[in-house]
């Protein structure tokens, strides 16, 4: 008996043979290209770890229990961006704005923290041209803190997206891509803060 091949209906979508989305798909691809970015920056800040000719060094400036604290806002940042898909994938759109602006609100708050360590350093005598300690950690947490403000540019753009009706239920992978970059972008800086401030102070 003939078989016939199923028929598509107009307007079907149909993902990769991976069965992601297409879009999810080029997230993992550019968060990939992004983990060996900062392994690369990380590298070389190790690679000129203790290499500095003159202060300050790291043990001079670095101050572990007001990082622990930034560090923690990250944290909990990455709580309410899961909070904010499980409401968007349930249909509560209200709730889904408050956790994404819970999420940029300590976003920010991240990147004041990181504003006044980097005034205190300067203060203490600690700028990019200082040593290679410098060099190498303004650039690499400098980088890592331009990648907060996109993000956070990010999530306010679909708290302002969803105020015009452009964000339900049936369009969560948009938040769920953004919960991605911030995820990443939180366990990055766990890296950091373990290479850079606690094994640095240990030193």
């Known amino acids: 008996m003939e078989q016939t091949a199923p028929v598509r209906e107009v307007g079907e979508q149909h993902g990769p043979a991976t069965g992601l989305d297409h879009r999810k798909l080029l997230m993992w691809t ?18 000129y770890g203790g290499k500095s000719l003159v202060g300050p060094y790291p043990k001079d400036v670095l101050n572990i229990p007001v990082t622990s604290v930034s560090t923690f806002v990250l944290l909990m940042s990455s709580l309410m961006m899961v909070l904010a898909l499980a409401a968007i994938q349930r249909g509560d759109v209200r709730a ?36 290679l300690f410098g060099t190498t950690f303004f650039t690499l947490t400098g ?16 708290v302002g997206y969803s105020l015009r009706g452009g964000l339900a239920r049936e369009s969560s992978l948009n938040v769920e891509l953004a919960g991605l970059y911030w995820h990443f972008v939180d ?17």
């Open 30 to 47: 550019f968060l990939g290209s992004e983990c060996m970015f900062f392994g690369s920056l990380i590298a070389t800040y190790l690679v």
């Open 96 to 131: 889904m704005r408050v956790w994404l602006l819970a999420t940029a609100v300590l976003g920010i708050t991240f990147l004041g923290f990181q504003a006044f360590e980097f005034r205190t350093f300067v203060l203490e005598g600690l700028t990019p041209r200082t040593n």
């Open 143 to 158: 980088f890592h803190g331009a990648h907060v403000m996109v993000g956070v540019i990010w999530l306010l753009s679909l």
């Open 187 to 203: 366990v990055v800086w766990i890296v950091i803060f373990t290479v850079v401030y606690l094994l640095g102070v240990a030193e």
